[in-house]
């Protein structure tokens, strides 16, 4: 099938004409003669059937259409020109490998580990963007991304071929100067360790994550506890808000242990009882459902090798 697509020429001059509002600059730009860079943009224009530019007393300035069309064009022109200059230095064996990542996951469990994949992988230059929704990889310059969510999410996920990482379980914690405000210092061992009774439980004030808002919710029911308002307390959009909320003393917190690590080390926060909550979400690596490249395959077993 014949792709609708213009020569590459005909959009490297009319990208330089719309920069410098001038055939003459343009052509000096490209090393073309004027001539040459005039008829790749007349036969663009009459390709896309729109009038790309209008003539000024000065030059020429771009039409709505033709705006619109370079916002468009210049970032793919530049993917493509890095895609080039990335091959011929990497001759395929390495290279920029970007990945779209969930934020708290990347700040709090990747960040810290990837020195080790960067000595493993020196050819390999990685780039992390943080993404919390599912993304078309054909309309996104990602090669794979680690996403949070449930085995029905990642079914319905088009094109794609993902790889279990880890199921997600969330831990109950609070700061110790929360309990202490509430309990007095009694009731913190000196190891850190404590287990809350259901009825001081149902006392805590809760901070909500707020891309979940039912999680009290489903907690409570799950161990049978009353709660006078499981919707009630601080909103945060990011487990990572809620690590920092909790560890100042705000409330008690439902949180991935994996994704705390550090606070439960320093006991800036610690598990207030041993009832967990194991949600339906997991950790899914994910990336176009087509052969594997090189990076993303290195990049798969190393984060497998930490599990």
Not at 214 to 222: G, K, R
Not at 229 to 253: H, I, K
Not at 275 to 287: G, Q
Request: aromatic share 8%.
């Amino acid at each position: 099938m014949k792709r609708s697509i213009p020569s590459l020429q005909s959009l490297l001059c009319f990208e330089a004409v719309a920069k410098h509002g001038s055939h003459t600059h343009a052509a000096q730009a490209l090393f073309m003669t004027q001539s040459a860079v005039s008829r790749q943009v007349k036969q663009l224009e009459e390709y896309l059937g729109v009038a790309l530019f209008a003539r000024t007393r000065h030059g020429v300035e771009l039409t709505t259409a033709g705006r619109m069309y370079l916002k468009s064009v210049t970032s793919h022109l530049l993917g493509l020109e890095r895609s080039t200059v990335d091959l011929m230095n990497h001759k395929g064996l390495g290279g920029v490998l970007k990945l779209g990542v969930v934020p708290t996951f990347a700040t709090r469990w990747l960040l810290p580990k990837l020195q080790d994949f960067n000595e493993r992988h020196p050819k390999i230059n990685l780039h992390l963007e943080t993404s919390t929704k599912p993304f078309l990889f054909s309309e996104n310059m990602f090669d794979a991304a680690i996403f949070a969510g449930t085995p029905q999410q990642i079914r319905q996920w088009p094109g794609v071929q993902s790889h279990h990482l880890m199921d997600e379980s969330l831990v109950l914690v609070a700061s110790p100067k929360l309990l202490i405000e509430h309990f007095g210092e009694s009731l913190v061992g000196v190891n850190g360790e404590c287990d809350l009774a259901d009825n001081e439980l149902s006392k805590m004030p809760l901070l909500q994550q707020t891309t979940r808002p039912t999680i009290w919710q489903e907690w409570f029911l799950a161990n049978h506890i009353d709660h006078y308002s499981p919707f009630s307390g601080q909103r945060y959009e990011l487990f990572s808000m809620l690590a920092v909320a909790a560890a100042q003393g705000m409330g008690m917190a439902l949180i991935p242990k994996m994704l705390i690590e550090q606070e439960l080390q320093s006991r800036q926060l610690i598990i207030i009882s041993d009832k967990t909550l194991d949600s339906h979400r997991a950790y899914y690596i994910v990336h176009a459902n087509q052969d594997i490249s090189p990076m993303v395959d290195s990049f798969v077993k190393w984060v497998k090798s930490y599990l």
